[in-house]
């Protein structure tokens, strides 16, 4: 009959070595209570003396040893977590966002974690319920919304709150909303555009029931009309660089005749529209005219530079962060300006 051999201790002491270092470890390496280790290493609000903290602290950092956060997340009932929500991540808009969200972080020593919802609602309602088994002390949803994802973000919100934790949105359906004027923004460039002698436009936006497109399409045309230009056609896709130049393959294929003024709801969908013009012998600028929304940097990368609507991005997602964390918040209103490029030089009427 075969019988199961014991370690060596030479081998109980290397499996010990090769485990993580506990709080145990730590408080005893200290000299010090385990409740007096948990409340130095864990964010306590509890007062330590500052030899003991230190004696802590060294030891901690002699073992290697890092904190359980999800242990800190039951324990506290949320985690120094702040998750972000965007629907691209590859997409520059998102990237400026989500800058602003990590310089407040960083401010605060909390760590930020992203994930994608390539902008469905079912993905972003899957998102956030699992998110609430860590317990984050914060959830920004930046990414564009639709208007059938307002009761279930609301029914999350609510359970979030319940935690302890407060949802911020890009737009309205959270506890706190970082509003962009899309609308407005896009009525002055439709303004701005049809003062430099434009008056045939052609548009690029994305799904119907969008709210940033929707809104941007609207501005756009109420601007350009109030100064008498038209929008001819309308194409819908994404908000996808390779969408803009599938729209405006489709739009040339129709017709569109020098003088022409492509507006895109956003640069990345503009930036694949001139490709397509290029693509089809046509040039940008003198030809078709092209202009965007956002100012993301590539924006003025691009030759010709892209005329467009500057928004802060970066400073949105700072205060999105903020409206996490602080309890009183007063949002700043987004200051949206007009820029004009050499993508829309001025036409003779």
Known sequence: ?????????????S????????????ARAAGVSLATASRVLNGSERKVAESFRER??????RLG?????SAQAIARGTSPVIALLVADIADPYFGLIASGVARGADEEGLIVTVAITE???QRETRILHAL??????GVILAASRSDGTEKSTGDEAAAFRALGARTVTFGPGGDRSIRIDNRGGAERLGRAMADLGYRSAVALGAAEGVRTSDDRLAGFTAGFSARGGEVRRVYRGTFERESGAACMTAALTDGVEPGT????LSDIVAIGAMTAIREAGRSVGDDIAVCGFDDVPVSRDVTPQLSTVRVPLSELGYQAFRATVDAEWHPATAELEVLVRESTPAREE
Do not use: C, K
């Open 15 to 26: 499996a010990r070595a090769s485990s993580a270092p506990t709080l145990h470890d730590v």
């Open 119 to 121: 902008r469905e609602a």
């Open 261 to 264: 003024l492509v507006f895109a």
């Open 56 to 61: 802590v602290e060294t030891a901690a950092a």
């Open 1 to 13: 009959m075969a019988t199961a051999e014991s370690p060596s201790p030479g081998r109980q002491r």
């Open 65 to 69: 040893y890092s904190a359980n956060v």
């Open 132 to 137: 609430r088994g860590q317990r984050p002390q």
